[in-house]
């Protein structure tokens, strides 16, 4: 179980990098307006949902550890926001600053959560 929960872990990381780079990758046009939901960000967000809800069944199963059910249902609750902005705005070119602007935002406050969050 321990190793199915660092390879997990793994996914989850890569799911964050693709979700924060695709939205840094999207920064320059705020100026312009000129921004998207690129498929970095959709694919990043559905990646760390997916891995997140598996991660904590497998701590939990494996008794690896405890699980602040209160932490992960915040931190639940913001990837789902971000993936459903995500996936409503992903067809439309260009996608209101405000919109990314917020994905990127509440990226960074699940990662803030995840660190500081004791």
Known sequence: ??????ILLVLHF??????????LTQMSGFKTGA????????????TQLVTG???VGVIQM????????????????????????AWINRKK???AVP???????LTIANIVIAVFWK
Not at 35 to 46: D, E, K, S, T, W
Not at 99 to 105: A, K, N
């Open 1 to 6: 179980m321990e190793i199915l929960g660092n």
């Open 14 to 23: 890569i799911g964050l990098a693709s979700l924060l780079g695709g939205f």
């Open 35 to 46: 921004v998207r939901i690129n498929p970095a960000i959709l694919h990043g967000a559905l």
């Open 53 to 55: 809800v598996l991660l």
């Open 62 to 85: 494996g008794d690896l550890g405890e699980v602040d059910n209160i932490k992960i249902a915040v931190k639940l609750v913001i990837v789902l926001v971000i993936y459903v902005l």
């Open 93 to 95: 070119d260009p996608v």
């Open 99 to 105: 919109i990314l602007g917020t994905i990127g935002l």
